[in-house]
C-alpha cells in the first residue's frame, strides 16, 4: 500500500519561512493526486488551507502557499506567526475514490 | 453556513459495533458535487479517512477497513452514518465526518471542504 509521507516535525523561526513537503513511498505527486493541505490546532478539527496543490481556501492568508516542488506537494509559509504553530496534514487522492492521509508535520514557531 | 455535526455514544465494548450519525445543515446530502466522509484520528496521531459515501448510495472504503466498515445516508434526515464492527482498542479514536467537494469551481476541484468538531469514542474492554 502506497504511503504518503510527510516530514514528522519542522521548526520555524517567527517571521521566517519554512516548506513542508507531502510525497510518495512510491512515484510522484502530480495535478491528478489533488494534493490538499489542513491545519489542526489541538481540541479543533482540521482546517482546509490549501487544495489543488495552490489555491487558497477562503478566509486563509497569502503567507501559505502550495506548490509542487520536484515530486511532492509542498506548503510554504512566508513570514511564520505564533499562531501558525500546529500539526500538518496533506491528502492525496489516489483514484478509485480513496483519499490518503499524510502522517502529519508538527510546526513549531520559536 | 454548511455545518456537520456528530453523534453517538462514546464508550462502546470490544467486539461489539460502533454506530455514529453526521447530521447535515446548511447543505443537502443530495447535493451532486459532494461526497459524504468519514475519517478518525488515534490520540497522539494522525488522520485516517475510513470511507465516503454519494447521494446516490455508492461507497468507497479504506481498504485497511473495509471488511469492518458500513457507510449509509438517510437523505430524508439530511443525514449520514458509520457502522464500523468488530472493535478493538486500536479503534479508540476521535470520529470526523467530513464533506468532499468533487466539482467545478474555476476547474475541477478535490478536497475536504468542511469538517465537523469531531466525537471521541473510545473501546472499552
Known sequence: QTVVTQEPSLSVSPGGT?????????????TVKYP???????????????YNINIRSSGVPDRFSGSILGNK?????????????????????????????????????? | QVQLQES??????ASQTLSLTCTVSGASINSD?????????TAGKGLEWIGR??????????????????????????????SLSSLT???????????LFSGY???FVYYFDHWGQGALVTVSP
Open chain 2, 53 to 82: 459515501i454519494y447521494s446516490n448510495g455508492a461507497t468507497t472504503y479504506n481498504p485497511s477497513l473495509k471488511s469492518r466498515v458500513t457507510i449509509s445516508l438517510d437523505a430524508s434526515k439530511n443525514q449520514f452514518s458509520l
Open chain 2, 33 to 41: 458535487d459532494h461526497y459524504w466522509n468519514w475519517i478518525r484520528q
Open chain 1, 18 to 30: 519554512v516548506t513542508l513537503t507531502c510525497g510518495l513511498s512510491s512515484g510522484s505527486v502530480s
Open chain 1, 36 to 50: 490538499s493541505w489542513y491545519q489542526q490546532t489541538p481540541g479543533q478539527p482540521p482546517r482546509t488551507i490549501i
Open chain 1, 73 to 110: 506537494a509542498a506548503l510554504t509559509i512566508t513570514g511564520a506567526q505564533a499562531n501558525d504553530e500546529a500539526h500538518y496534514y496533506c491528502v492525496l487522492y489516489m483514484g478509485r475514490g480513496i483519499s490518503v492521509f499524510g502522517g502529519g508535520t508538527r510546526l513549531t514557531v520559536l
Open chain 2, 89 to 99: 482498542a486500536a479503534d479508540t479514536a476521535v470520529y470526523y465526518c467530513a464533506r
Open chain 2, 105 to 107: 469551481e474555476v476547474s
Open chain 2, 8 to 13: 453517538g455514544p462514546g464508550l462502546v465494548k
